[in-house]
Every structure is written in structure tokens, then in C-alpha cells.
């Protein structure tokens, strides 16, 4: 493997694979020394054009954990603000030693651009509404770790699918991984064309909620880019929200998953989003060890 | 003694296609026959075409404002590579074309460059804002009759109404370019792959309600309308209709709309597959493909738009639309339609000179025409490596074409020359 | 491609006996012993061991694995293998942790398993146990227990095979030329 652009190309064998290492970097990550000597002497370049600290904390963690160095470059204090290119930029990261970037952008395709211009291994941090690839990894690990398996289960992935690189990348890994795939959405808030997609789809959340092994649950905003794809906030927690009424129809080994941060009174209630069944916080450290078991991959082998 | 002799090509005359030798003396042709006799100059067309000069009527020269993407000058080397005679110099130039001395100047540029006839079209609207009419009368005293804001589309219904009002009583062409702003605001086609890549597409809706209004408002006023750059199916069909009930009504067609869909964008999301109107789906090109050999598009234009390597090097949505296609115009047409040569040389340059009035370019040999004419090879098969524009923003670098220019006349002189013959390597 | 069995299951069995019984009379005893095999087959013959010195001397010896996929010195040089199982069966302060492998060659599988311990805790001594030494060490480590000595030349392969992980059980010396 030399990049993870994106979910759609990783097969069973690739997916498994990832997920296998993830669960043993999660064991080192409890060890009393948290820390193993596998990248030691390489860099890793976290390069977040569009501003996010909780990834951005999320992949330095993972690389220091490999005992990787790490250059950060965030546009607000650069030069890039100043006019310089994206390939000038990263070309000069580059420059400086860096082995390996990660790399969030605002526009698709962009991380597949930065492997070009600079000719490293490189990790999609997320690209526009494109792929999110480390976070469809950590889903997958958070759900084999609740119920044994990704196979056979019953996934519903509720919001803003047209606008979320998080569907985008979740529905190929899972499907890949032997789930059942359903979006649940209004109209408006899915994709014109779902050609192609190995999932279903609905309009009515009550109607299937029921039948759910896991509800994840997209972060939902009623403008975007101006234009009001939604009537109101409220309006969307009364038809798609997980409320208190909907958690209590689900079965009982259910679970709720949710990219972060949680919109508490919009896409699920204040008191849902503390219960147990509601493994955020599982989402968070998995999200480390993924992200490990990926840089250990792309870096630490005779192909890397 | 002759100036000029074309040698044994397949002449396409306005009535026959047959091999015969072209006799060019004095900037026109003088002769038309087998076994002509010794001349100055002399050209192997054997194994090629002999037709009238290709005239492109969507060029973006860049020159007044650009000249880092492109100028007259690179533009008239890349169009005479092309097989091109004249180009229409569009006006989305800066300062844009929308007064006479600017139309002059690009004009007087082709000149001095000497190469083929660049001859300007007049913005719409002063500065392609669409708030009012440009200098309509000035620009139509300097020999603009070819009126556009290309780039954009002149939306407000009311304004069009006016412009055509105003531009038929003198007789000119009003062309669109047929985008609805409000519904243009994407980086690719809506469809399964802007879907996939979570881009936000530009639906065939965005052409067809544009160009569905216009008819409505031409019918009312009865000036020559000309849809440039058709890229939808749905707008087919409208001009069909519209020339069925015979308003006047042309269009143009681009080489890559003809060429490549919307799945050209997966996979790399090459900024060199993004231009507006955007790439559609395989039906669309189907249908322009049938379009155009049925005559409903009435011509080929390239729609050439350089932009430099630093500008179509960026993420995909962030890209400025266009890409160049002068060079390589005729041998993508004919890679993609495997047109008759009548329709090839229609498309390629009769009708496109009868939409601007160029009198002395798009016409079949004949003795007495001026010698503005393409020697075209249909069945060479080659790669373009290289390119005679500044910039190299073209999706046919790379890529195997069918058919090539040997040679272009201007003037019955030779601006293009590549050497070949059938036995060419 | 020549191959010769040099050690068949009788000889692995009675190996592992005595290196139990080295161990018990090298630590008086095997009150504070951990077994810790090294993946992949160094695991089964460390709870072999661990049985063995649990029969000898009455009560259960805890036994676990430690994987050094992630302190290889050569991770850029040989094929990237999946990483094996870390499981530590009871704090190692103040313990004797006996490391098991099967070949002891060069010396840098040791090496990184006495790396990846330093993270896992702080035992009192560490000592290995292998079933075969094959020479040509390229780092100065040495076994305290060893089942075979067996020369070999750097061109040969020493494979093992163990019941829990293939379908035989020995130890060959093969060639390729």
C-alpha cells in the first residue's frame, strides 16, 4: 500500500488486515509505556488545510506512539495565506524530510494531487465530501470490538449523506466488510445518483430503525455553502434524530456510533448520547490505533 | 508558373470528391486537374484530403490581458497546426472586447502575426457584466458580427430579449453561451461520478432551460441565434425542434464533448477534464455524435482555452474551466465520428464561415476561390507529444488520435507544413 | 532442493524435558519464572516449557507471548509479516523472564524482544531458552538454554515444524543448491 485515498479500493484481505493491526497497536496503547520503536527516524507531515484539531491530535498521536517525528502545518499562520500554491507548500514540506503526509483539504481529490506533485505516501485526512478513510477504519474497528464482527450486520447511516466524506468512506468498508448498508435520509440531504453504492436506502428512519445492529449518525447542518438544504433544526430531530423515544425501539445490543463532534438536541439527544450503547469515546482511542496500524503499514515495511 | 500545387490528394469540391492536383497562383486557385505542372512550392497529398481550410468560431486567444495562457500569436501557430484558415477571437479578454478599439486591436495582432485571419467577436453586454448592452453599433463598424459574452451566459431573460432585438434588426449572430448561473454552480456534470466523488454537479438542466427560454425569445424577434458548445442531449432536441419550425437557429459542438464523458473525471480527478459546460454522460455524447452527422449541430468549434500549468495544477474544483484544442480539432472529430468528408469539411469549415460572414474562407475548391485550404490525412494514427500553444492544458496529449494536418494554406501561402506523404514515415 | 530431518519429535520432546530441568536447577526453583515465546513458533514451545516445568515441579508456571514486529532493526529490509499477539501473563517486576524462540541466528530477534520487554516491564534478569542455536550471530547475544547446537552454513534454511501451527513435527537443515 502507498496511499489511502479513499475506502472504495481496499478488499477484504486489505480491510482485515488494517483492522487486525489496530487492534494490536490498541493493546500497546494500554501498556504502561504506550510507545514502540517501530517508525523511529521517520517524520510524519499532519498537513490540515481545512482546520481540525481532534484529527489532526488523533494522527500525532498515533505517529509519536510508532516513535515517528511529526511536522504540523495548519494554513493559518503560513505562507499559504499569503498565496502560495498547495504544491508549492507541500513540495517544501517535503523538502524538509518529511516521509509521509497526511494530508485534509477542502477540495476533492486533493491528497491524490499531493502524492503526485511530491511523490509520497500519503493519507486522506478527508477531502471535501469525497473519503475519510481512517475514520471509516476506526467505525469498523469500534463495531468488531461491540459485536465480534462487521459481517452480517444491519448498518443504518443517518444525516447528511450528500454532503459527508464519512458515509462516503463507511459505506465501501462496510460493505466490504459484509454488512448490510442502508442510508437514511431526506431527499434532499441524499446523493442526485446512487449508482454504484453496495447499500440501500430510506427515507423513514422509524420504519427501519428496529431492524439496526448499529445507528450511525452524521453531524447535520441545515446551510450549507448558503443554501438551505433543510427547513430547521428542529424539524430534522423530529423526523431523523435519535431521540429518546427512538433509542428506546432499538434492540437491545444495538449500538450508536458518531464521527464527532455531536450535535446534542439535533441529530441525537443530550441523554442518548451518554449511554453506554453510544461509543463515541470508543470511536476516539480506536481512532488512534487505526490511524497507527495505517502509518505502520504505509511506513514500516520493504514496499513502504 | 504556379506559386502553389497541391499534388494528388482527394480534392472534396462542393459537387465530387476525387483526386486532382490544385493549381495555386496569387492567392487563389487557378487550376484544378490531374498532372498539373511544375510549381514553386509543391505538396504530397497523396493517401490525404484537399478541403477547405477548417474555421474555428470559439477561440480564446487570451490577447488583450492573458498573455501568460496564450496570445495572438501562439494562438495563430497552434490554429494553423490545426488545419485552421481563421479563427473568432472571443471576447472574454481584458479589457473584453465590448468597443471597437479593442475588436481593432486583436484584428491588427493577427495581421502583424501573418499567419491566418483572426477576425473578432463582440461582447453583449459592456464588460460580459450583463447589465447593459456593449457598444453594439461600434463593435458591428468594425467588422464584428459575432456577438457573445461567452464565459457567461446573458441570464437576465429581459436583457437577452433586448440584445436580440437589437442585434437582429443589424443582422448578426447572437450566440450563448448556455449556462444558468444559478444552477452552474459545480465543479463537473451532476451524475453517479460527482455523486461518488461528493462534487457538486452541474446539471443538463443548467443548459437546456437557457436554451429553451432563448428559442422562445427568438421566435418573438427573429435574430440569428447560435448555441455555442452544446453538451446535453435534452438540447438537441430543442434545436431540432426549433429548426423544424425554421427559426434561425445554429450550433456548435466541441471536440471533447464529442470525445470524452464524465467518467473522466474518476480515478486521478485530472483538472485537465474540467471545462464548462462540464463532460456528461455517455448518452449525451451519443447524441451529439448523431447530432452532428445528422446536421442538426451544424459545426465543429474547439472552445480553445489555455490556461498555464501553475493555474490547472491544483485540486480539481479549484482548476479554472478549459481546455486547448486547436491542433488537434479535426483529428478528434474524425477519431470520434468518422464523418463522410463532406460532413467533415461542412462542420469543419463551411458552415462555421458562413456564421460569420467569412466569405473568402470555407469554400470547396473551385477555380477562382481564395486558397484557404487544409490537407488532411484520415487515416494516420499518432500521439500528440507536443504542443504549439503557451499552455499545455489539453486531455490529447497522450492520446492516440486518428487523422492528422499535413499541410494548411492561407492565402494560397504555406503556413503549415508537416512534410508528410503517404509514404511518410 | 536437499533436506535432512536432524531432530524428529522424540528428540524435541526430550530437549524441551531438560532445558525445564536447567532452568529449575539455573533458578533454584521456578517460583518467579515467566515464559514468554516469541511468535510465531516460538510460542508453542514456550508453553510446552511452561508445562513442563509445571509437571516437574508441582504448581502452574505462567506462561505468554511477546510479538517484536513493531522493534525490528530490519523492517525496511525483509517483507512485512503481520504483527503476532503480545500477552503478558502477570506483572514482570521482580520476575526471571525466560524468552523462547525456536533458531537463534543472528541474534536481532532477540535483540528486538529484549527491546519490546523494556516496555512491557522491569523483570529481575531475563534468560533465553531456544531449541536450536544455528550459529553466525551478528550481535552479541547468547542463549542459556539451548535444545540443539547445530552448524550450518549461511546458504542453509533450518526449518521447524511444530504440530500447533503446521502438519509435522522437526527440525530440517534444507539447501537450495
Known sequence: MRTLLGTEDLDRSALDGLLDDAETFLEVLER???????????????????????????????AKALSADTLSFSPGTSSLSKGESLKDTVQTIAAMGADLMVVRHRAVGAPARVAEWTGLPVVNGGDGAHQHPTQALLDALTIRRARGTVEGLRIGIVGDIAHSRVARSDVFAFATLGAEVTLIAPRTLLPVDLTGWPCDVSTDLDAVLGDLDVVYLLRVQTERGGASVFPSLREYLRRFGLTRERFARLRPDTVVLHPGPMNRGVEIEAAVADDPRALVLDQVTNGVAARMAVLFQLLGGADA | MLDLVLRGGRVVTDSSVAVVDVGIAGGEIVALGGHLGEAATEIDCSGALVGPGFVDVHTHVREPGQEWKEDVASASRAAVAGGYTAIVAMPNTDPAIDSSPIARFVVERGSEVGLLDVVAAGAITAGRHGTRLAHLDDLWDAGVRLFTDDGDAVADAAMMRRALEYIGDRGGVLAQHAVDPSLGAGAMHEGWVSSRLGLTGIPAVAETTIVARDLLLVAETGCRYHVQHVAAAGTVELIASAKDRGLPVTAEVTPHHLTFDHTAVL???????????????????????????????????????????????????????????????????????ALDERSFFEAMSAAPARLVGLTDHGRYPAVGVPANLVVFDPTVTWVPSETMSRSQNSPYLGRPLTGAVRATVVDGRVVWDTGGGADAP | MTSRRVLDDADIRRAIRRIAHEVIERNRGADDVVILGIPTRGVPLATRLAAALSDIEGTPTPVGSIDIGLHRDDLDRRPRVALGPTYVPEPLDHKTVVLVDDVLYTGRTVRAALDALADLGRPDRV???????????????????????????????????????????????????
Do not use: C
Request: net charge negative; glycine share 6%; proline share 10%.
Open chain 3, 127 to 177: 534468560q533465553l531458552a531456544v531449541l536450536v542455536d544455528r550459529g553466525h550471530r551478528e550481535l552479541p547475544i547468547r542463549p542459556d538454554f539451548v535444545g540443539k547446537n547445530l552448524p550450518t552454513a549461511p546458504g542453509e534454511r533450518v526449518t521447524v515444524r511444530l504440530r500447533d501451527v503446521d502438519d509435522d513435527e522437526g527440525v530440517w537443515i534444507e539447501d537450495d543448491r
Open chain 1, 32 to 62: 504502561p509505556i504506550p510507545k514502540v520503536p517501530a517508525l523511529r527516524g521517520r517524520t510524519v507531515a499532519t498537513m490540515f488545510f481545512e482546520p481540525s484539531t481532534r484529527t489532526r491530535l488523533s494522527f500525532e498521536r498515533a
Open chain 2, 267 to 337: 480515478g486521478t480527478t485530472d483538472p485537465v477534464y474540467k471545462m464548462m459546460p462540464p463532460l456528461r454522460e455517455p448518452d449525451d455524447v451519443a447524441a451529439l455524435r448523431d447530432a452532428l452527422r445528422a446536421g442538426v449541430l451544424d459545426m465543429v468549434a474547439t472552445d480553445h482555452a489555455p490556461h498555464a500549468d501553475h493555474e490547472k495544477d491544483v485540486p480539481f474544483e479549484e482548476a479554472p474551466n478549459g481546455v486547448t484544442g486547436l491542433e488537434w480539432a479535426a483529428a478528434a472529430v474524425n477519431t470520434a465520428t
